[in-house]
């Protein structure tokens, strides 16, 4: 028989306000006993997102409900984004010492403390997991010579970890193709916080939301909540919504980044300026308003694993018009179901969907109560019961096998 309860360590890079709601909803478990060890603190703390290009912190509660302790990062060049960025030496003593029966890494390889927590966790004969959600290797900076290094690197890499939890099918295709067997991947939906954001959704007044932007209550709104960057590709929106010559149609951007300046000179030049509302940042609190008072959102990334601003719209009753380079939301974004697909970078093919759809009321009402049904089968209870079953798996049962050497 499995352990009643499993003593297990959650390591990341630092606090995301995604995976703290996960963190308190699995410290709440009967068959967890959690510890989370962070790296760093940027997003508790002020800090400049590189993205972003602007100093971020995030106003909802991160590092509360559960038990953590922030591991010091002795890296001299400290931050994220590169390898020496983070380097933990503590996380040794701590997987060595902690009595763990499964060390689980949300800190990637790329960084040095991933390898001292690896090492650390395979001479203590601990299960080591993690979990991703990359569907190639291109990633999000794709160049040549990283291609050719993760081509090389991954299959090594992935085959430390006892088990890959994998949020899509597109990304448990590409970990089975680094050559690890189907039965150490598993699929469990990101953990995320649906019935959150459905209700702060509920809780917002659209026509003042409305009225903050300068738009008119019954105008339709497009909307962009990304950040500004090439990969996101916000100048295909732009660039579409200038060509469906809708009048009254107005295009929000929600987010910052590199691209901000050269957007807003564009708006300028396609004749649009006067119905594109840039918003700059925009903080978690506030973001259920925004999709609220949006008709549609659309993400048109030529990169994206699994990105959860799909799941936020929808949990709010946004409709998504999605690319179609992001096949890790392929199976919520359903065609004509719980949302639009089109081919990544063919802006007359974005034009032509958003035309039709807002001229379509009835089919904007059955989008979006589709892609809020859609959510409700999302939740982070279900996400903690995936990952009991994957330490039931991996951890050794008091015969010293595995639930798995013992089938």
């Not at 949300?106 to 001479?123: D, E, M």
């Not at 979006?368 to 049904?373: G, L, R, T």
Request: charged share 20%; proline share 7%; hydrophobic share 45%.
């Amino acid at each position: 028989m499995p352990k009643d309860r499993y003593r297990v360590l959650f390591v990341a890079s630092h606090p995301v306000q995604y995976a703290s709601p996960l963190f308190r909803r699995m410290a709440e478990h009967p068959r967890l006993d959690i510890q989370v060890a962070y790296c760093g603190l940027q997003g508790a703390e002020a800090a400049v997102d590189r993205e972003f290009g602007v100093e971020v912190k995030w106003d909802v509660p991160l590092l509360e409900g559960y038990p953590w302790v922030h591991v010091p990062n002795r890296s001299p060049w400290p931050g994220l984004g590169r390898f020496f960025g983070l380097f933990n030496p503590g996380l040794w003593k701590l997987v060595r010492g902690g009595n763990y029966d499964a060390v689980f890494s949300y800190t990637g390889y790329a960084y040095l403390s991933f390898w001292i927590l690896a090492l650390a966790a395979k001479l203590s004969r601990v299960p080591l997991l993690s979990s991703t959600d990359a569907y190639n290797l291109g990633g999000a900076n794709p160049t040549r010579w990283k291609s050719l290094l993760k081509r090389f690197c991954l299959p090594f890499v992935y085959r430390l970890y006892d088990v890959v939890v994998a949020p899509s099918e597109a990304t448990i295709c590409f970990v089975e193709s680094l050559g690890v067997p189907r039965k150490r991947i598993m699929f469990t939906p990101g953990g995320f916080d649906a019935d959150w954001w459905a209700r702060e959704a509920d809780r917002s007044d659209r026509s003042e939301t409305r009225a903050r932007w300068g738009i008119p209550a019954k105008s339709p709104v497009i909307l962009f909540c990304a950040k500004l960057t090439p990969r996101k590709r916000p100048q295909d929106l732009l660039r579409a919504f200038a060509k469906i010559d809708a009048v009254d149609c107005f295009l929000v951007f929600a987010g910052e980044g590199p691209l901000r300046k050269a957007l807003e000179i564009e708006a300028k030049a396609l004749g649009v300026s006067r119905r594109v509302v840039f918003l700059g940042f925009v903080n978690q609190t506030q973001l259920p308003a925004v999709y609220r008072a949006s008709e549609l959102f659309v993400l048109p990334s030529e990169w994206d694993g699994a990105p959860l601003v799909v799941c936020e719209a929808m949990s709010c009753g946004c409709p998504v018009v999605l690319s179609d380079a992001i096949p890790g939301r392929l199976e919520l974004v359903r065609h004509g179901d719980t949302g639009l697909v089109y081919p990544c970078g063919n802006v007359h093919a974005l034009a032509f969907l958003l035309r039709q759809v807002l001229q379509n009321p009835e089919q904007l009402i059955r989008l979006s109560s589709s892609a809020a049904e859609r959510m409700k089968t999302w939740s982070l209870g279900a996400y903690a019961d995936g990952l009991v079953r994957a330490f039931d798996h991996v951890v050794p049962l008091p015969t010293g096998l595995t639930k798995e050497q013992e089938a």
